[in-house]
């Protein structure tokens, strides 16, 4: 072997000596990013949920300023709308919060009569007679009856307790609306200048996720408010029915307990049975568990799907995994918002999963599309049987 044939080999080993560090290197500083990134969000998590927060409810309140917008200019749609958000809940808190106070004194006040009645359940029924002889449980749930009204105070006290924690959150709540009215106001103008930044392919499918996403969140928020309500009232008049007592403040908390995906109606009907028991045990209660259990399987089988096909389209197994990780790492919040989010990332894997199958190559003998080129879509120009410029004709 000659003596010129052998010296590219120390060339190549070299350069590979050369481009080894720079690739350790690379690695070792995509690692420190992503580190790095992890920490910032974790520091920031608390701006990053109210951004989060902000950005799900600009996106139905966009959908009505849209509407709205069609009869009054745009900054009168927004005050609108913001105002109607300001004042519902509001309106709801001076309907419920006085009564729900009075009876809940009235019941604090009845807790004593509530305990001498379990204590007559049990002395007339011989097996639970034995065990009241052996541990004395009657007596002990009358004393701690007696002093309950004592501990709770009266209805100004009560009252003043929620005024504090109103006030704790209400810097929170106007940080999160004011991010809503600039991404309401503003957001239609940011998307449009990103979406022109695009090339054109790129731009049409961008416009297309963005409004495939808001379609869904939008739908989304406004079934599940339809649910809520149709929850409320239907609660409400079956235990307007069964004389259920604070049907008013249980119906309403029934309807923002259907908010919670899964388990939120499943809870309230468990605290709706625990008021039943003190009305008219057991029959209430039984009659209130068959009729829960029944409205649950007529919600989840007749009106969500009705309300919600049209909207977002996310499989049972996706909503449960969704739903678990949204609820342990923001809690309710995270339950609330973790099918929208599931949503959209659903549309965008489905769009993702589009385009690559539409620039896939086609497999060998089989004409595909032609591909897209910079600049437009020149398709390459057909062989008309020259040789290729540069290269000999073959003798």
């Given amino acids: ?12 080993v070299q350069r590979e000596e050369v481009l080894a560090p720079k690739a350790i290197l690379r690695s070792v500083l995509i690692i420190v990013a992503v580190v790095l990134s992890l920490y910032l969000i974790v ?4 701006p990053l949920t ?12 966009a959908t009505l300023v849209a509407k709205l917008q069609q009869f009054i200019p745009r900054w009168s749609a927004i005050l609108v709308v913001y105002l109607g958000l300001i004042l519902a809940p509001i309106g709801l808190g001076a309907i419920l919060i006085p009564p729900l106070v009075t009876e809940g004194n009235k019941l604090v006040n009845n807790v004593p009569g509530y305990a001498q009645d379990i ?13 009241e002889e052996d541990y004395d449980i009657t007596t002990k749930i009358e004393e701690e009856a007696e002093k309950l009204p004592a501990r709770v105070g009266d209805a100004a006290t009560i009252l003043q307790d929620v005024g504090f924690g109103i006030v704790n959150s209400l ?13 309401v106001s503003s957001g239609p103008m940011w998307a449009r200048r990103v979406i022109e930044l695009q090339p054109p392919e790129r731009a049409e499918q961008l416009d297309r996720v963005l409004r495939r996403i808001a379609a869904a969140v939008g739908g ?31 119906a309403v908390m029934a309807g923002l307990a259907s908010l919670i995906p899964m388990v939120g109606a499943t809870i309230a009907a468990v605290l709706i049975g625990l008021v039943t028991v003190f009305t008219d045990f057991p029959t209430v209660t039984i009659i209130w568990g068959i009729w829960a259990i029944l ?15 049209r909207t977002v389209n996310v499989t049972p197994f996706v909503t449960i995994v969704a739903v678990l990780l949204g609820g342990s790492l923001l809690g309710i919040l995270g339950a609330l918002l973790a099918i929208p989010i599931a949503a959209s990332i659903q549309i965008l894997i489905g769009e993702w999963w589009a385009t690559r199958r539409k620039t896939k190559l086609p497999p060998p003998g089989e004409e595909g599309p032609a591909l897209p080129v910079a600049g437009g879509a020149a398709e390459p120009p057909e062989d008309d049987g020259a040789d290729p410029p540069g290269e000999p004709a073959p003798a």
Wanted: proline share 6%; glycine share 4%; no cysteine.
């Fill in 1 to 12: 072997m000659s003596e010129d044939s052998q010296t590219p080999i120390p060339v190549t």
């Fill in 43 to 46: 520091q920031l998590k608390t």
């Fill in 50 to 61: 109210w951004i989060i927060i902000a950005a799900f409810i600009a996106v139905p309140l």
């Fill in 119 to 131: 204590t007559q359940f049990v002395q007339e029924n011989e097996r639970l007679r034995e065990l």
């Fill in 171 to 183: 810097f929170a709540v106007l940080t999160i609306l004011v991010l809503s009215v600039f991404m």
């Fill in 220 to 250: 989304y928020f406004a079934g599940a408010i339809a649910v809520a309500v149709v929850a409320g009232i239907a609660n409400y008049i079956a235990m307007k029915i069964l004389g259920v007592p604070f049907a008013g403040p249980l």
């Fill in 295 to 309: 409205y649950q399987q007529f919600e989840n089988h007749l009106i969500q799907p009705q309300i919600q096909k």
